[in-house]
């Protein structure tokens, strides 16, 4: 077969149709009300113990943190309270060995070290006034001082949150493997390494990242009511909207968990990266179950592993060296027509040939190429994937790939998104009125950078007859830019007025 006709095959392999959508929203609600329900689901739905919402009134210097997956983010937060807030950032990516270090002190000690250098060089007054004081007074003293930092900790992995700065690890996801944290609490290990270093900083909340996109979004749009959903798509994908506490019936077996009941509402966070672990309704293709099965997690997060920006670089790598060898995707033959070089050469080291070797910021890339000639791809190709002189028709085979499989991860990303509208009663596609709004903060490269993500989403809502084209247009989606750091200051408010 051709290269391009055989491109189109393996593309056609991550179609999407409206049929199997819907029933993956059916599957998806389903899961999902299990979930408050018992322990132990394929979604964890997990209580977060966050009973109300910001009104853009806040106000403060507060810190946050944030452990997403590639980067660890240190930063401070003037809320202005008048929906408007400033941040400082500093940002370092993780190490890999320490993401499967030997022990969790490994890496904490890390974070904690990271917090110390933003500190000293953002603030620095403070950190030094503490220094003096802690030599000049005792230490309990000293930690007495209304000066402490109160530290939003965001930690995007599944936890089991008892308290507000309480929970212990389920599981690492996202390359991370370090076995002595799991079932620690996440916060007190942090603090322990943050009190090593005697800085004046105390975890108040441990964060979803999700629950704060959400808070964030909150702060800086206040006013609307309805559904109210955060949501990431970055080097995982998850999502957290606002539950009826009703319906939350499995906080009654929660041995000792307090909270506010005044607001009849709490923050789920639904950790729909395992929806359909077992899949029953998931879209799979060999390129998914050989990826999952030579994963860290063989059988988790299989949802995530078809959506986020961790998994699709992977996945297109898989097609792409299946093209290589099945359709002479990067061969001679092809090479040549409509390029000044006449042989095409894939490198021995090339990333082609290494798992997790081509980043999902490679798809956006050739997404985004509208040359006549798919030059940007042809350069990009070369200059990341070490494959010189590929053809225009090689560059277009990748194209046709990359456009399937980013498709479908926005297809699954609405499924999740119109399955939590559907849930949470709203009747969008009736119009009732004013609170038949849906309000989606959303953050994360993939659906940052990725061209065109949010408008495959759109056409996939309208797609699902509880929403329909009417319902699609009363959605709100926006990038709650910075929304993690300033959803962490917002909750370690909450959490320091309730102290
Ligand atoms: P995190 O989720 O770790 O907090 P990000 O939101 O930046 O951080 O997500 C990082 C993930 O996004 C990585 O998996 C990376 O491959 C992917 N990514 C980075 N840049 C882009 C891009 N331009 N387009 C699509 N995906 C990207």
């Not at 998806?28 to 109300?52: C, N, R």
């Not at 950032?89 to 320490?98: D, F, M, T, Y």
């Not at 990341?384 to 990359?402: I, N």
Request: hydrophobic share 40%.
């Amino acid at each position: 077969m051709a290269l391009l006709e055989e491109a189109k095959s393996v593309a056609g392999q991550f179609d999407y149709p409206p049929e199997e959508l819907n029933k993956g929203v059916k599957a998806f609600i389903q899961q999902m009300d299990e979930g408050l329900q018992k322990p132990g689901t394929a979604m964890s739905q997990i209580p977060t113990y966050v009973t109300s919402v910001p009104n853009g009134t806040e106000k403060g210097l507060y810190l946050a943190v944030d452990l997403g997956g590639t980067n660890f983010r240190v930063c401070s937060i003037q809320l202005h309270g008048d929906t408007t807030f400033s941040l400082t950032q500093s940002k370092v990516a993780i190490p890999r060995e320490l993401m499967v270090a030997k022990t969790s002190k490994e890496l904490f000690g890390f974070l904690a070290k990271q917090i110390e250098n933003f500190l000293k060089t953002h603030h620095d007054e403070h950190y030094q006034a503490h220094v003096i004081r802690r030599k000049t007074m005792n230490a309990q003293a000293a930690q007495a001082e209304s000066e402490i930092f109160q530290l939003g900790f965001t930690f995007s992995f599944p936890v089991n949150q008892i308290g507000i700065n309480r929970g212990t690890l389920i599981r690492w996801t996202k390359g991370f493997d370090i076995d002595d944290a799991v079932g620690k609490d996440v916060c007190e290990l942090l603090q322990t390494e943050i009190d090593a270093l005697h800085l004046p900083v105390k975890v108040a909340a441990l964060v979803n990242d999700t629950v704060g996109t959400l808070m964030a979004r909150s702060y800086t749009s206040p006013g609307k009511t309805g559904t109210l959903i955060g949501a990431i798509f970055g080097t995982g994908t998850n999502g957290a909207y606002v539950e009826k506490l009703a319906k939350i019936t499995k906080l009654s077996h929660i041995e000792g968990s307090e909270y506010d009941r005044s607001t009849g509402e709490m923050i789920v966070n639904t950790e729909w990266g395992s929806f359909d672990n077992h899949m029953s309704v998931l879209p799979d293709t060999p390129f998914d179950s050989d990826l999952d099965k030579e994963s860290v997690n063989p059988g988790i997060q299989m949802f995530e592993k078809r959506v986020s920006g961790m998994f699709l670089g992977e996945i297109l790598r898989r097609a792409m060296l299946a093209l290589v060898s099945n359709a002479q995707l990067f061969k001679d033959e092809h090479s040549g027509k409509n390029s000044l070089h006449s042989t095409t050469t894939i490198a021995e080291d090339s990333a082609l040939y290494k798992q997790w070797g081509v980043d999902t910021s490679f798809l956006s890339i050739v997404a985004a190429d509208k040359t006549p000639d798919l030059r940007v791809i042809r350069q990009t190709l070369s200059r990341d994937l070490g494959v010189d002189a590929a053809s225009t028709e090689d560059a277009e085979a990748v194209k046709v790939v990359v456009n399937a499989i980013g498709k479908r991860s926005a297809r699954l990303s609405a499924l999740a998104m119109a399955a939590i509208i559907i849930a949470t009663d709203n009747h969008i596609s009736r119009g009732a009125g004013e609170e038949d709004v849906v309000d989606i903060g959303v953050d994360g490269s993939l659906v940052e950078f990725y061209p065109g993500f949010d408008d495959m989403m759109r056409e996939a809502l309208r797609e699902v007859p509880e929403i329909g084209d009417k319902g699609e247009k009363r959605i709100r989606i926006g990038i709650a830019k910075d929304g993690s750091g300033v959803g962490a200051a917002l909750i370690a408010l909450v959490a320091a007025q309730k102290d």
